[in-house]
């Protein structure tokens, strides 16, 4: 995993990408010290509950280690300002939005981890999507252990 195909990170540096939290889009968990950053489309429990367990699996949780943004569908986020805003994130899961959706000028694939200023990130289907496909459990699980 190389990280010599993206953009420099001044390409992202411009008020376009500059988007606040709102009310439909909230940090949760431990926002002190995480290690591990999600970002995600609305949760219904099933979904909260699939994303407990993968945490689990990787041995941390929402109360300790691992923060989740929550935002609506179809929101234009930069991941370069989330990135920059929690030092300590070093595992990025992007669940339901891929890399334009993320500011990025090109796509990635669901379910490969990269490397980007020296975070691993894997962008993947919505939570909705995987909690009932089990060859999208097993990917992910697979790109889990690559970056873990």
């Given at each position: 995993m190389q990280d010599d195909f993206l953009p420099s990170k001044d390409f992202f540096?411009?008020?376009?990408y500059k988007i606040a939290e709102s009310e439909t889009a909230h940090f949760t968990g431990d926002?002190?010290?995480a290690t591990w950053g999600i970002?995600?489309?609305h949760m219904q429990n099933a979904q909260e509950e699939l994303l407990q367990n993968m945490l689990k699996a990787v041995g941390v949780s929402l109360q300790q280690g691992?923060?989740?943004?929550q935002v609506p569908a179809m929101t234009l986020l930069s991941l370069s300002d989330y990135v920059n805003h929690f030092p300590k994130v070093q595992y990025w899961l992007i669940?339901?939005?891929n890399a334009t959706a993320?500011?990025?000028q090109f796509d990635v694939p669901f379910y490969k981890p990269i490397n980007w200023?020296?975070?691993?990130i894997i962008f993947a289907d919505a939570l909705a999507l995987i909690q009932n496909d089990l060859s999208?459990?097993?990917?992910?699980?697979?790109?889990?252990?690559?970056i873990i």
């Open positions: 540096n411009f008020d376009f926002l002190e010290n970002i995600t489309i691992a923060t989740v943004l669940f339901g939005f993320m500011g990025w200023k020296e975070k691993k999208k459990k097993k990917i992910l699980w697979q790109g889990l252990q690559q």
